[in-house]
């Protein structure tokens, strides 16, 4: 008797599932309402831009870096989208207002360099309004990113006058303008000198990026350079004076000393040329009056200190030979050896 009220229960069961239905029809329309998510064309910069010289000295020095790009496809078609990009940079810094980029040591001197499009240094790169513009051009086909590397050339001018203490040069960040702007379109864009006015592009763009340290390490490196001390053709009975120049380069700021050694012949105390069959004795002196004796010990070699500007020093070498009557007509000759100590 329990099943006879059965009328009833068909009748609560079919309700109910039609409303499931319909309740499930609603949600199914209310998805398809819903917008597809898509991926948007553009270009983005992967990592930062930084540069390391190394060590540079009077020199100069070059190195090298990169700024990879990363630009995407059309996701929703079949085409190919080709993008015109051009890297603006703007003054670092320490650079501001300068004609060049800068390094500084945090000690009152500053290290001279450029950034450039093309590694022969003549296109260098600037901020917005400069020119001519580091451009780059892509094709990225569907379906896939393509990453773009911009090169970078890095240029430490050479003979600056800068100090090598404290030798760590460095510029922290780049502050200013760092971006990329950008074109696309398919087919291919005109493109323009400076990304700005592309005939025929659809998507415009610029994408911003971070710039680590541009550093350099200023080695304490000089350089010495002589000429020749000729005597030129004298008479045995006669005494002969001549000079010549020891140069000098160094950082600015820097003590040196300059010392002379015996040459290949020296004797008894005496320096000595050699030459058919005998020998002529001279000297070396750092003054006019040839009193006081250039050698290579401590007290008796050159001393200096390199100028705030850098320049190079020349130093008179004063030789003399002192007749010597019994000496046989001849070419005589010595080599002597420039230390240069710093």
């Known amino acids: 008797m329990a099943r006879s009220g059965r009328t009833a229960v068909p009748l609560t069961a079919s309700t109910a599932p039609r409303r499931l239905v319909w309740l499930g029809l609603l949600a199914l329309l209310l998805l398809a309402l819903v917008p597809r998510q898509g991926h948007a064309q553009g270009c983005y910069v992967s990592g930062a831009f930084g540069m390391n010289f190394g060590a540079v000295g009077t020199h100069g020095g070059s190195s090298s870096s990169s700024v990879q790009v990363v630009c995407q496809p059309d996701y929703a078609t079949s085409r190919t989208l080709y993008y015109h990009l051009c890297l603006y940079m703007g003054p670092g810094s ?5 004609t060049t980029r800068r390094m500084t040591n945090y000690n009152g ?18 901020d917005i309004g400069s020119s001519p513009v580091y451009q780059l051009h892509g094709a990225v086909p569907p379906g896939s990113p393509m990453t773009l590397n911009a090169f970078i050339y890095g240029l430490v001018y050479p003979n600056q006058p800068v100090a090598a203490s404290p030798p760590n040069y460095q510029e922290t960040s780049i502050p200013g303008t760092v971006h990329f702007s950008f074109r696309y379109d398919s087919p291919s864009p005109t493109p323009s000198p400076d990304c700005m006015s592309d005939v025929g592009a659809s998507g415009t763009g610029a994408t911003s990026f ?34 010549s120049t020891v140069r000098v380069q160094c950082p600015a700021n820097t003590a040196w000393k300059v010392g002379l050694d015996n040459g290949l012949n020296y004797n008894a105390g005496l320096r000595r040329m050699s030459g058919s069959g005998s020998t002529i004795t001279y000297e070396l002196y750092r003054d006019a009056t040839r009193t006081q004796e250039w050698g290579n010990t401590d007290g008796s070699m050159n001393t200096g200190t390199t100028d705030n500007t850098g320049s190079a020093v020349n130093l008179t070498v004063y030789g ?11 070419q005589y000759s010595d080599t002597v050896v420039v230390t240069l100590y710093y």
């Open 109 to 126: 001197w500053y290290l001279d360099y450029d950034l450039f499009a093309d590694p022969a240094h003549t296109q260098r790169i600037g």
């Open 94 to 98: 320490q650079s501001g207002g300068q």
């Open 320 to 330: 003399k030979v002192s007749a010597q009557p019994d000496t046989p007509a001849g």
């Open 210 to 243: 971070n710039t680590s340290v541009v550093e350099a390490s200023f080695e304490n490196a000089c350089s010495v350079s002589a000429t020749d001390l000729d005597f030129g053709q004298v008479l045995p009975t006669q005494a002969i004076n001549a000079v």
